[in-house]
């Protein structure tokens, strides 16, 4: 695929959910929004709605990754990737899960953001403005799943849980070895998305408000924070 002009910011799993509402949002400021995901029904419906380009992309693969990065430079660069491509995982109790089971989840929700951000940091190192936003969740915050008066605390997902402590751990190391870049973690929270049977309290737009406000920072601002819709979180 051949792009016609650059691309603001590319959305991982950007073809439903809170990828494709973080698309929509960041589109809607005028950018020019590249959407990544298996989906290529969807994925393309969304992108010609935004005025987006679509690229069907499996972030468990390195070859797809890096060949997707090549068609995005090819468009003459990047400046924000949003890590949101994510799955739940095996739903089986604790006492049933594998090996096999946690390496499917870490694979998708952890290690894709390695291999995004390995692909990517040539294009966002000649960027004005890099900006790497990781969409992690509450549910791997210590504190917030200590809290009584949170829903956090009721859930049991040891898989789910782990890797999105992961993921935000990875988003302060990133901070820290990256300091050209703005690399920051979004908590969407509870939001209603086929992830969890549309079950949440919060819209998609509501969902999207942290990790957008990320998005659209222009390169400014702190890096290696945890933020929700209401500001700093806890971890």
């Known amino acids: 695929m051949k792009l016609d002009n650059t691309i603001a910011a590319v959305v991982t799993g950007g073809a439903s959910g809170l990828g494709e509402g973080t698309a929509r949002a960041i589109a809607a400021t005028g950018a020019k929004v590249a959407l990544f995901d298996l989906n290529a029904d969807k994925g393309e419906a969304v992108a010609a709605e935004i005025g987006g380009v679509f690229c069907q992309v499996d972030v468990t693969d390195d070859a797809s990754v890096a060949a997707a990065a090549e068609t995005i430079a090819a468009a003459g660069g990047l400046d924000v990737l949003v890590n949101n491509?994510?799955?739940?995982?095996?739903?089986?109790?604790?006492?049933?899960?594998?090996?096999?089971?946690?390496?499917?989840?870490?694979?998708?929700?952890?290690?894709?953001?390695?291999?995004?951000?390995?692909?990517?940091?040539?294009?966002?190192?000649?960027?004005?403005?890099?900006?790497?936003?990781?969409?992690?969740?509450?549910?791997?915050?210590?504190?917030?799943?200590?809290?009584?008066?949170?829903?956090?605390?009721?859930?049991?997902?040891?898989?789910?849980?782990?890797?999105?402590?992961?993921?935000?751990?990875?988003?302060?190391?990133?901070?820290?070895?990256?300091?050209?870049?703005?690399?920051?973690?979004?908590?969407?929270?509870?939001?209603?998305?086929?992830?969890?049977?549309?079950?949440?309290?919060?819209?998609?737009t509501e969902g999207t408000d942290a990790v957008v406000e990320l998005a659209t920072r222009g390169g400014q601002g702190p890096t290696g924070t945890f933020i929700d819709r209401s500001g700093v979180a806890p971890f």
């Open 85 to 204: 491509a994510g799955i739940t995982g095996s739903h089986s109790s604790p006492d049933q899960l594998t090996g096999a089971d946690a390496l499917e989840v870490l694979d998708t929700n952890v290690a894709s953001i390695v291999r995004t951000t390995t692909a990517f940091l040539p294009l966002l190192r000649r960027s004005s403005a890099p900006t790497i936003v990781n969409v992690t969740s509450g549910l791997g915050s210590f504190t917030a799943v200590h809290d009584a008066d949170r829903i956090e605390s009721t859930v049991v997902a040891p898989l789910y849980t782990a890797s999105k402590a992961a993921v935000t751990m990875l988003t302060v190391q990133y901070a820290k070895a990256l300091p050209e870049i703005r690399v920051n973690a979004a908590d969407p929270g509870y939001t209603a998305t086929d992830l969890n049977g549309n079950s949440g309290h919060q819209t998609v």
